[in-house]
């Protein structure tokens, strides 16, 4: 069983989305016993919290659940996961820096994405337009992942 912690800022919007996308495309493979997901936010605004109301709604859109609770990204997950996926490149810094990460165990999860690279743009501050392009970047290159991980 691999295990792999999507993290963003808040752990509302962008890491839960992928974690909720990743688990589903795993179900959907059949590959549930070789894969799990979590997330985490690398601030400690929403431990506890639901996910936002936007990143349920588009997920619901597309059949897929999503049940994850805001939880704080700590220096131990470097144990706990085999993959640590930051969401844009400031995540990256901060998680690196609070692992003292120097063989940068961190990737980014656009380094996958088929028609891109750089930062999944956080949509808090932005609408369901925001939500759903979020949507397609991680549906896509998390497709790309899976892939990564099984070859
Ligand atoms: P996320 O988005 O990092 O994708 O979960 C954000 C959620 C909350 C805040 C910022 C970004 N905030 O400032 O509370």
């Known amino acids: ?11 509302i919007c962008r890491s839960p989305m992928a974690e909720a996308i990743f688990n589903h495309q795993v179900h959907e493979k059949g590959l549930q016993n070789d894969f799990m997901a979590d997330s ?17 709604e588009v997920l619901n ?14 220096k131990n997950d470097v ?21 003292q990460d120097e063989d940068n165990r961190v990737l980014l999860i656009r380094d996958f994405d088929p ?9 808090y501050y932005g609408g369901s337009k925001d939500f759903k392009e979020v949507y397609e970047i991680l ?13």
Not at 67 to 73: T, V
């Open 1 to 11: 069983m691999k295990k792999i912690l999507f993290v963003c800022l808040g752990n």
């Open 40 to 56: 985490a936010g690398t601030a400690n605004y929403h431990v506890g919290d639901q996910p936002d109301h936007r990143t349920i």
């Open 115 to 123: 028609i891109g690279s750089g930062d999944v743009p956080d949509p």
């Open 139 to 151: 549906a896509r290159s998390i497709e790309q992942f899976i892939h990564f991980l099984i070859r």
């Open 79 to 99: 144990n706990s996961f085999d993959y640590l996926i930051a969401m844009d490149s400031q995540n990256q810094r901060d998680m690196r820096s609070i692992l």
């Open 61 to 74: 859109e597309k059949n897929i659940i999503i049940n994850h609770q805001g939880r704080q990204f700590n």
